[in-house]
């Protein structure tokens, strides 16, 4: 049922599936989690307000995730660590290998895109 919500076209047909999803919700009593989704989803659905190039980019955290896989990793080689400062070094030392390799340089976002909605957003309220 929640992925129906994200897999619509726009943001208008998002929220209207998603009303779709809690009326459903409540049909099957399950008031506890329609409530949730009725409250989470204009957070959720966030990314809808910006370019339809960046939207998959956006919902994304699948960077997060891989960062978290390959730390996870590291401490269990590791095992006990003496204290907590050395746990944040090496998590630290990951983070400087990222940010200096090709991994780190890859841009998902084209950010002339939103730097045009921008100034013509200015002009628009400049000329009112």
Known sequence: MLKAIHAQEDRASA???????????????LSKAAAI???G?????????FPREHQRCIKTNKPLERLNRVVRRRTRVVGAFPDGQSAWM?????LRHIAGTRWGFRRCLDMTRLTEMTTA???????A
């Not at 989803?41 to 307000?49: D, I």
């Not at 090496?90 to 990951?94: I, M, P």
């Open 15 to 29: 929220e209207q599936k998603a009303a779709m999803v809690v009326d459903k919700l409540e049909s099957m009593r």
């Open 37 to 39: 989704v009725r409250e």
């Open 41 to 49: 989803v204009a957070e959720t659905l966030s990314y809808r307000a």
């Open 90 to 94: 090496l998590v630290a030392a990951r």
């Open 121 to 127: 957003t200015e002009q628009s309220m400049a000329a």
